[in-house]
Structure formats: C-alpha cells, structure tokens
C-alpha cells in the first residue's frame, strides 16, 4: 500500500518541497505565515489555505498522516510556521 505521496502540480510540488505549503492532521492546506505574494491572481498558492485535499475514496489509501507531520515538524525546526 502506497501512502507516501499526493499527487501535485510542479508549483504546489515546489513550494511544499521547500515548506512553504503542508497538510494539517484533517487533510487541509496549511501556507506558511512567511509565504508572501500577490494576493490579485488567479495562480495565488495562498488560494489553497484551509482547503479540503481530494482524498481517495477509500481510507486505507489515504495519505499518512504521519508523513505530513514529520514534513510540518522539518519545517517548523528550521523556522517556518503555518
């Protein structure tokens, strides 16, 4: 079983490489309080903030929980806060 991945686009994969988005415990967007840009785009990465991911239907191919946690904990220890 593969719960080790999300699927996204090669911006969203960018900035949640470099801890500027990441997933809460009930699989919402968290963007990162450091995260600035211009809010007047249709591209805007804050857009996401507090939104539901597309969960597969079944819960046992659900992403792990403590994957993102770990991914959360990385970015917290080097200063960046959601």
């Known amino acids: 079983m593969l719960n080790n991945g999300i699927a996204l686009c090669p911006n969203l994969h960018r ?3 470099r801890g500027l988005i990441s997933i809460s415990d009930d699989y919402r967007v968290l963007v990162s309080n450091s995260f600035s840009e211009y809010s007047d785009t249709p591209y805007s990465i804050k857009q996401f903030q507090n939104k539901q991911i597309i969960l597969p239907d079944e819960e046992k191919y659900f992403p792990s929980i403590d994957n993102f946690r770990k991914h ?5 220890k080097k200063g960046i806060r959601y």
């Open 15 to 17: 900035v949640f490489d």
């Open 72 to 76: 959360r904990e990385r970015f917290i």
